[in-house]
T-cell receptor, first 115, second 107 residues
Framework: SAVISQKPSRDICQRGTSLTIQCQVDSQVTMMFWYRQQPGQSLTLIATANQGSEATYESGFVIDKFPISRPNLTFSTLTVSNMSPEDSSIYLC????????????FGSGTQLSVL | DAKTTQPPSMDCAEGRAANLPCNHSTISGNEYVYWYRQIHSQGPQYIIHGLKNNETNEMASLIITEDRKSSTLILPHATLRDTAVYYCIATLYMLTFGGGTRLMVKP
């Protein structure tokens, strides 16, 4: 199974600022996924990030608000831009794994609070 | 992904089997049934998946009905550490998480 490290694990930010979340995987993976989990809610997919190409965003999420980088096969960043209190959520990175890439492995998430 | 329906919450006594149901009546022929769980303050954890045959691994068993319209995740001997939100997902590829079932294992 893949080991995923996310940084920071939590942060408290001021309205209008930006936060970049890092996701490091211990093995090379083709696709990385970023999810958001709002308080008391289930997970929502933000975007899919492939190395060497622009991320693919789900409906309701845009690149200007959530720019993503994928410089290599083991690393990705998600930036939450111009934050507002509504962005307070847990942000999770995940990668495919298993014999046939049939499973998703998740990091422990970044708990973001925006004041 | 096909829509799934799960009870919002369930209780189970420690040491007993926990049987978590999931309805996926609109599942298509090539969509798999996945189960993940999320323990508080952690990322989701893969449990098991199957297409049409029953599956068992070290964590759980998955029973899929013959018509594939519903399934049951079985934790054979629930422990307090199994308290979590359990998500059933019917999907070909991308994982769309629904509301899940909050399982509370009680002493």
């Amino acid at each position: 199974s893949a080991v995923i490290s996310q940084k920071p694990s939590r942060d408290i930010c001021q309205r209008g600022t930006s936060l970049t979340i890092q996701c490091q995987v211990d093995s090379q993976v083709t696709m990385m996924f970023w999810y958001r989990q709002q308080p008391g809610q289930s997970l929502t997919l933000i975007a899919t990030a492939n190395q060497g190409s622009e991320a693919t965003y789900e409906s309701g999420f845009v690149i200007d608000k959530f720019p993503i980088s994928r410089p290599n096969l083991t690393f990705s960043t998600l930036t939450v831009s111009n934050m507002s209190p509504e962005d307070s959520s847990i942000y999770l990175c995940s990668v495919e794994g298993g014999q046939n890439n049939e499973k998703l492995f998740f990091g422990s998430g970044t708990q973001l609070s925006v004041l | 992904d096909a829509k799934t329906t799960q009870p919002p919450s369930m209780d189970c006594a420690e040491g007993r089997a926990a049987n978590l149901p999931c309805n996926h009546s609109t599942i298509s022929g090539n969509e798999y049934v996945y189960w993940y769980r999320q323990i508080h303050s952690q990322g989701p954890q893969y449990i098991i998946h199957g297409l049409k045959n029953n599956e068992t691994n070290e964590m759980a068993s998955l029973i899929i009905t013959e018509d594939r319209k519903s399934s049951t995740l079985i934790l054979p001997h629930a422990t307090l550490r199994d308290t979590a939100v359990y998500y059933c997902i019917a999907t070909l590829y991308m994982l769309t998480f629904g509301g899940g079932t909050r399982l509370m294992v009680k002493p």
